[in-house]
T-cell receptor, first 114, second 110 residues
């Protein structure tokens, strides 16, 4: 059974802080993804990665960066948190680069920036 | 640009009835469509995948259709139960990675 875990379920940070969101998957999946989800806007892709040390911008990468030093771990970094980054953040993984494979999601991190 | 739309933001139905959710796509032809279920405060969970050459796919009380002429997928839950209440997302693979719709919130009323 694939498991995707995220470091925190809830997080409260102050404006300007550097924030790290960690995601770990245990099934040796090639691909990992970071989304944010906001009411009325749905799931929006921030960054994704097809391999260790590789990253690709999604639809809304501004204000974020990512790191993938190991295959199982994909980190999302908010360099200087702002209130408009308050959101639910979801990490996902899938077996192969082909998007025909289903994605497995973590439980989400609800981030509040004050 | 590629667009995938779920026309209904919310749908209420009576327990025991069949729920039908709609997903439409424009400006591209995805080879696959996927459906996910999401409960409040949780990540989406994969339910079904249907290929463009498959007209219909079933899994227990779930049925998905793919109509390439209408550019539409329908997601049916038969004999619906209050436990089926959730948000359902469709996603397409017209491009890599997946493009998700905004979801339809289904409420099954006892």
């Amino acid at each position: 059974d694939v498991k995707v875990t995220q470091s925190s379920r809830y997080l409260v940070k102050r404006t300007g802080e550097k924030v790290f969101l960690e995601c770990v998957q245990d099934m040796d999946h090639e691909n990992m993804f970071w989304y944010r989800q906001d009411p009325g806007l749905g799931l929006r892709l921030i960054y994704f990665s097809y391999d260790v040390k590789m990253k690709e911008k999604g639809d809304i990468p501004e204000g974020y960066s990512v790191s993938r030093e190991k295959k199982e771990r994909f980190s999302l970094i908010l360099e200087s948190a702002s209130t408009n980054q308050t959101s639910m953040y979801l990490c996902a993984s899938s077996l192969f680069p082909d998007s025909n494979y289903e994605q497995y999601f973590g439980p989400g991190t609800r981030l509040t920036v004050t | 640009s590629q667009k995938i739309e779920q026309n209904s933001e919310a749908l209420n139905i009576q327990e025991g009835k069949t729920a039908t959710l709609t997903c439409n796509y424009t400006n591209y032809s995805p080879a696959y469509l996927q459906w996910y279920r999401q409960d409040p405060g949780r990540g989406p969970v994969f339910l079904l995948l249907i290929r463009e050459n498959e007209k219909e796919k079933r899994k227990e009380r779930l049925k998905v259709t793919f109509d390439t002429t209408l550019k539409q997928s329908l997601f049916h839950i038969t004999a619906s139960q209050p436990a089926d209440s959730a948000t359902y997302l469709c996603a397409s693979s017209g491009n890599t990675p997946l493009v998700f719709g905004k979801g339809t919130r289904l409420s099954v009323i006892a």
